[in-house]
């Protein structure tokens, strides 16, 4: 595995979940983190976690549903460190209405928003200081709905999960030839805060069953320390223990959470 020393890294998302687990053993590996998210008490959690432990940290504020706002907090961080060399699009969101039949525009729309507008916006901004060095890698965090649409994921989730996934394909078509690897990753069900956005969110025995953050995170980590010679272009990763979803899809297919 390839050392991770000196690379600069900015994690979306980085305060909960996913994303403060990849930050986490990022700088565990030796990249510099940048962690970035809404909200900054999360986030200064992260990177309170990441220097108490002997990493290098520092954390961002930025609505990731705003293009202007991405630009300049792109620019920024080009500006301050010359270049991204591992992007983590990880922020995301579902919707409260699951079902196809009644979910608004709105909530469509901000769903579309977190979980493609902002990573393309992002990475586009990101993408020249990484072809004018030839390297870097881009981490798309998807789901298994992108892969397996379900009425318990979503109409808009799945769809943005998949789009997303088609996003990475095209990317990485581009960025191969210019040493840039294009990594996409889908989870299963993970114990994280976005559960709760569920019309049934998962109690406390049925959580114990998921994944948790650190296992996504192991496989990222895994994709991004490999020789620049090697490339994971898809990972798609689940819980050993199947569950009877039976009763999730019955509560998303409500107009309103339970």
């Not at 025995?205 to 490999?226: G, K």
């Given at each position: 595995?390839?050392?991770?020393?000196?690379?600069?890294?900015?994690?979306?998302?980085?305060?909960?979940?996913?994303?403060?687990?990849?930050?986490?053993?990022?700088?565990?590996?030796?990249?510099?983190?940048?962690?970035?998210?809404?909200?900054?008490?999360?986030?200064?959690?992260?990177?309170?976690?990441?220097?108490?432990?002997?990493?290098?940290?520092?954390?961002?504020?930025?609505?990731?549903?705003?293009?202007?706002?991405?630009?300049?907090?792109?620019?920024?961080?080009?500006?301050?460190?010359?270049?991204?060399?591992?992007?983590?699009?990880?922020?995301?969101?579902?919707?409260?209405?699951?079902?196809?039949?009644?979910?608004?525009?709105?909530?469509?729309?901000?769903?579309?928003?977190?979980?493609?507008?902002?990573?393309?916006?992002?990475?586009?901004?990101?993408?020249?200081?990484?072809?004018?060095?030839?390297?870097?890698?881009?981490?798309?965090?998807s789901s298994m709905a992108g892969l397996n649409p379900s009425i318990m994921a979503g109409a808009a989730y799945s769809?943005?999960?998949?789009?997303?996934?088609?996003?990475?394909?095209?990317?990485?078509?581009?960025?191969?030839?210019?040493?840039?690897?294009?990594?996409?990753?889908?989870?299963?069900?993970?114990?994280?805060?976005?559960?709760?956005?569920?019309?049934?969110?998962?109690?406390?025995?049925?959580?114990?069953?998921?994944?948790?953050?650190?296992?996504?995170?192991?496989?990222?980590?895994?994709?991004?320390?490999?020789?620049?010679?090697?490339?994971?272009?898809?990972?798609?990763?689940?819980?050993?223990?199947?569950?009877?979803?039976?009763?999730?899809?019955?509560?998303?297919?409500?107009?309103?959470?339970?």
């Amino acid at each position: 595995m390839s050392s991770l020393k000196g690379q600069t890294a900015f994690v979306t998302g980085g305060g909960t979940g996913i994303g403060r687990s990849i930050a986490i053993d990022l700088a565990a590996a030796g990249a510099k983190v940048i962690v970035c998210g809404r909200r900054a008490g999360p986030l200064e959690e992260s990177v309170q976690t990441i220097t108490a432990a002997g990493g290098a940290a520092s954390a961002v504020t930025c609505d990731l549903t705003d293009p202007d706002a991405i630009e300049k907090c792109a620019q920024a961080l080009l500006a301050e460190h010359g270049m991204i060399d591992i992007l983590i699009n990880n922020a995301g969101f579902s919707s409260k209405i699951r079902s196809a039949r009644y979910i608004g525009a709105q909530e469509w729309r901000d769903v579309m928003d977190v979980n493609t507008m902002g990573p393309v916006v992002l990475t586009k901004a990101l993408l020249p200081a990484m072809i004018e060095q030839g390297r870097g890698d881009v981490v798309m965090i998807s789901s298994m709905a992108g892969l397996n649409p379900s009425i318990m994921a979503g109409a808009a989730y799945s769809a943005a999960k998949a789009a997303a996934r088609s996003y990475m394909s095209v990317l990485a078509q581009e960025m191969r030839p210019h040493g840039i690897r294009c990594i996409t990753v889908f989870p299963g069900e993970v114990d994280t805060p976005i559960l709760d956005n569920r019309a049934l969110p998962p109690d406390a025995a049925t959580r114990a069953r998921m994944m948790l953050p650190e296992d996504i995170s192991a496989a990222v980590m895994m994709a991004v320390s490999l020789p620049r010679r090697a490339w994971v272009s898809e990972l798609a990763i689940a819980a050993t223990d199947p569950r009877d979803m039976s009763e999730d899809v019955a509560a998303a297919k409500t107009k309103q959470s339970i």
